[in-house]
């Protein structure tokens, strides 16, 4: 295989990618780099034919055009999402980027229902108060999910498993999607409706479509605004789909009920490293945290064994065809 520089590796990802490899290709000719893949740290790819990165490595055309002077030709996200990459630039310069389009959805849908189950439920504040022998209820008064009406706006592979799961919570589900699935919808008895439908009428709102100059800030002051009083948002997607300065002021008069978020927008550079001991720079982070009915997570949906064990098979098949050019269906994205 020919050289790959890893960025943003976490333990978890070394020893899913290497279990995936023959370990004489990978110990000879993979290099893992904890920091992120940037313009300022692109340099650090030399010698390598192939960049491999995650969700929030930065790929604009700075660090595109110097990676392809140092003698990249691919770059493969071992992730979906790709909005990371200036794609128009990597087909300029002849890099070539794959990504793994699905591993588990089920992994991502699952942990969108968790996160609304344990705010709604208040499992996070329960657990701290046993554990501090405090047995009391006082506060911790939920809703049943049973008869809810749930909108799921995006209905891709991830927005169908989270719809599926909702349905059989006995929920009432309406869908958003340019793109409708109706013979899905049909089966699964989910109902399409326009967007604005879906603000007005869902007690819980969950985020399932990708990151787009056009979804950008799709949740904002005005459409935060008009969502059902007391309703839940959910966003495992991308951060930037919600405007975090308008949640924080919706979330302060007590209009919405709850948000539970995976992601965030300003998250490069926050999420997956530990700020515990020099505290946190981001004051809107701080901010969201400090709500007693805002849940977060650092971007781990899809953190399970049988999603990094697909990612990890995706993307060595894709390090190891690269010479050929020969990717598995579906992953050249140019
Ligand atoms: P997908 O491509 O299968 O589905 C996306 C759907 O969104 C499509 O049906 C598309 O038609 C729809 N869509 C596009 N524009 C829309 C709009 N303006 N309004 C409503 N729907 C719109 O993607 P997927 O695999 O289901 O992934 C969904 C999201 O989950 C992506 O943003 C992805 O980046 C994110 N994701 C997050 C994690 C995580 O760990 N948190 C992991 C994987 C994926």
């Avoid at 000879?28 to 390598?48: D, I, K, P």
């Avoid at 992994?107 to 439920?121: D, F, I, Q, W, Y």
């Avoid at 009083?229 to 966003?235: D, E, I, K, S, T």
């Avoid at 009920?257 to 809107?284: M, T």
Wanted: proline share 3%; with cysteine; hydrophobic share 45%.
């Amino acid at each position: 295989m020919t050289a790959v520089s890893f960025y943003d590796t976490k333990p978890y990802d070394r020893e899913y990618l290497l279990h995936a490899a023959a370990p004489e290709d990978a110990a000879a000719n993979w290099h893992f780099h904890e920091f992120r893949l940037t313009a300022e740290t692109a340099a650090t790819a030399a010698g390598s034919r192939a960049v491999c990165v995650f969700v929030n490595d930065r790929l604009d055309r700075e660090c595109l055009r110097k990676l392809a002077d140092v003698g990249v030709r691919h770059v493969a996200l071992r992730c979906a999402g790709f909005n990371q990459v200036d794609l128009p630039a990597a087909r300029e310069l002849g890099v070539a980027v794959t990504r793994v389009p699905a591993y588990s959805p089920h992994a991502v849908a699952e942990h969108t229902v968790a996160l609304l189950m344990a705010l709604n439920r208040k499992i996070h504040r329960a657990h701290n108060r046993v554990r501090e022998f405090n047995f009391s209820l006082a506060g911790l008064v939920g809703f049943d999910l049973h008869g809810k009406t749930v909108g799921i706006v995006g209905t891709g592979k991830i927005g169908r498993c989270t719809a599926q799961i909702f349905r059989g919570f006995g929920c009432e589900v309406i869908a958003y999607d340019p793109f409708p699935q109706n013979e899905w919808a049909n089966e699964n008895k989910v109902a399409y409706a326009a967007f604005e439908d879906l603000l007005a009428r869902s007690d819980i709102l969950s985020l399932h479509l990708p990151l787009t100059p056009e979804t950008n800030h799709l949740l904002n002051a005005g459409t935060l605004g008009r969502m059902k009083r007391g309703a839940y948002l959910v966003n495992t997607s991308r951060g930037r789909l919600v405007d975090t300065h308008a949640l924080i002021q919706i979330l302060k008069t007590d209009h919405l009920g709850g948000v539970a978020l995976d992601v965030y927008e300003e998250e490069e550079g926050i999420f997956f490293e530990d700020h515990s001991s020099h505290g946190l720079q981001d004051d809107e982070l701080s901010r969201l945290i400090s709500f007693p009915n805002v849940l977060i997570t650092s971007h781990q949906a899809f953190l399970t064994h049988e999603a990094l064990t697909e990612i990890a098979r995706v993307t060595v098949a894709n390090l190891q065809a690269g010479p050929s050019g020969a990717w598995l269906d579906g992953t050249l994205l140019t």
